[in-house]
């Protein structure tokens, strides 16, 4: 039996990259995919070659279709790749930073544990957590955001990546990429 992943911003450059590589390993891929008024999967229709990926109409502020999805599919792997990630946008818009970057990784996360407890989730996290420090940065470099978009990731590391891994012993990572 193929395991199941599901990938949260399937659109973007990871995620489209990401999706292929999982069909090749044999997995059942999945991807929570936000309409737009246009159809978002055109550019991805080349990287997929004739292979399927399940796509499920949703959106990361909507915690009912969040939990619909999960009790759906019940994923065996989450790559959380979904984010408002720009940072100049960030202080425009710091509500919808908030909710989608914060709060949406919460849905995500305590929604697939809800689903299965066994489940594996990356969470894409971003260098900006570090602020202004010296490169080269590590796990012990103090997190020091600067803007409400790094804020967002910050927290919703250590609220749901590191707080989840200590109380529920969940298995949950994240990176952080610049």
Known sequence: MSKIALITGITGQD???LAPLL???GYEVHAILRRTSNDPTTRLNDLFAG???HFHDGNLRDLNRVREIMKE???DEIYNLAAQSHVGISFKCPDETWDINYYGVGRIINEALQANPDVRIYQASTSEMFGNSPAPQNEDTLLAP???YAEAKTRA???F???KRKTQNAFAVSS???
């Open 146 to 148: 600067e803007s409400p």
């Open 15 to 17: 995620g489209s990259y």
């Open 157 to 159: 590391h250590e609220d």
């Open 73 to 75: 599919v019940v994923p």
């Open 51 to 53: 292979r399927k990926v």
């Open 23 to 25: 069909l090749d390993k």
């Open 161 to 163: 990546i590191v707080n």
């Open 176 to 178: 952080r990429i610049s």
